[in-house]
């Protein structure tokens, strides 16, 4: 199992920017794709970013293309998503997920194994 602990979520203005880090403990976390989602309240919880485990693939939701990249360093076990142009539709909850299987990064939630907390992003307008 991987523990995963979300940092950097916050209060920021629209246009504003924000770097959320997933510290994620194991061994084989190298080896893992891991994703970020987003839960906004009354809303289903919706992909965001995911990362092969070497950081060769890159996917992402069609609302953050542009904005959002997400990235890891794997001699630190950190998986960070650099959220750019901010808008008051961004503010969520944002969880990290681990993905076990090597394989190219997956967009659904039931294809990950380990979840975060969460990190609270909040957009004023």
């Known amino acids: 199992q991987v523990q995963l602990v979300e940092s950097g979520g916050g209060l920021v203005q629209a246009g504003g920017s924000l770097r959320l880090s997933c510290a994620a403990s194991g061994r084989t976390y190298s080896r893992y794709a891991m994703g970020w989602f987003r839960q906004a309240p009354g809303k289903e919880r919706e992909f965001v970013a995911a990362?092969?485990?070497?950081?060769?693939?890159?996917v992402y939701a069609d609302f953050v293309k542009g904005r959002f990249t997400i990235s890891r360093d794997n001699a630190k076990n950190t998986v960070y998503l650099q959220m750019n142009s901010l808008k008051p539709e961004d503010t969520a909850v944002y969880y990290c997920?681990?993905?076990?299987?090597?394989?190219?990064?997956?967009?659904?939630?039931?294809?990950?194994?380990?979840w975060g907390q969460g990190t609270q992003v909040t957009v004023s307008s």
């Open positions: 990362i092969r485990w070497n950081g060769g693939n890159t």
């Open positions: 997920a681990a993905d076990r299987r090597e394989r190219a990064p997956a967009t659904e939630a039931s294809e990950y194994d380990d």
